[in-house]
Nanobody
Framework: QVQLVESGGGLVQTGGSLRLSCAASGTILSINVMGWYRQAPGKQRDLVGSINSGGSTNYADSVKGRFTVSRDNDKKMVYLQMNSLKPEDTGVYYC?????????WGQGTQVTVSS
């Protein structure tokens, strides 16, 4: 069973940067997709960016050029580097592991961008 723990959230000013980390434990099978999702208050949880086990990435249009997803398979870690942060980036950020229909979420980490 896979478990995910996020860290690195916090309060940052507009234009600042944060790096989120997601530590995975348990049996991580070789073919999977790891992703970061964001949920703002009163809104649905949306994909921010994802990376598959081959290293291919996918981003929401709103974060392209500002956010970078990366992974270290040996350490079972996934990262989200967030630059040029905007107030609309505020929300709870969740790490996600997906392999077929098997889907696991972390507990989330709060990111608040002040204007």
């Amino acid at each position: 069973q896979v478990q995910l723990v996020e860290s690195g959230g916090g309060l940052v000013q507009t234009g600042g940067s944060l790096r989120l980390s997601c530590a995975a434990s348990g049996t991580i099978l070789s073919i999977n997709v790891m992703g970061w999702y964001r949920q703002a208050p009163g809104k649905q949880r949306d994909l921010v960016g994802s990376i598959n086990s081959g290293g291919s990435t996918n981003y929401a249009d709103s974060v392209k050029g500002r956010f970078t997803v990366s992974r270290d398979n040996d350490k079972k870690m996934v990262y989200l580097q967030m630059n040029s942060l905007k107030p609309e980036d505020t929300g709870v950020y969740y790490c996600n592991y997906r392999r077929g229909i098997y889907n696991v979420w972390g507990q989330g980490t709060q990111v608040t961008v002040s204007s």
